[in-house]
């Protein structure tokens, strides 16, 4: 099984940052996609940006210009750096790993989530 560890939430102002970070550990033998997704309260969980293993990068226009997504493959490490956050960003961030296990096997694996607060 793979384990996500999603770290670096937390409370900050509008206009405030915060670097969200992701990583996987277990049976990877490569990953495909890595993203991040958020759920607010009573809505749906939508993606927030995503990189997939050639480099591409698909991010929510709500975020485009404020959040960057990359990656450490050393580390199979994803990272959101937030910028320029405002209140409508509060919800729960949840990493999202596509990959193949060693057996070439494809799963997807979330994270438990980590809250991030934008207070006005």
């Known amino acids: 099984q793979v384990q996500l560890v999603e770290s670096g939430g937390g409370l900050v102002q509008a206009g405030g940052s915060l670097r969200l970070s992701c990583a996987a550990s277990g049976k990877i033998f490569s990953i495909k996609t890595m993203g991040w997704y958020r759920q607010a309260p009573g809505k749906q969980r939508e993606l927030v940006a995503s990189?997939?293993?050639?480099?591409?990068?698909n991010y929510a226009d709500s975020v485009k210009g404020r959040f960057t997504i990359s990656r450490d493959n050393a580390k199979n490490t994803v990272y959101l750096q937030m910028n320029s956050l405002k209140p409508e960003d509060t919800a729960v961030y949840y990493c999202n790993v596509a990959y193949y296990d060693d057996v070439l096997l494809s799963f997807n694996s979330w994270g438990q989530g980590t809250q991030v607060t934008v207070s006005s």
């Open positions: 990189l997939t293993s050639s480099d591409s990068t």
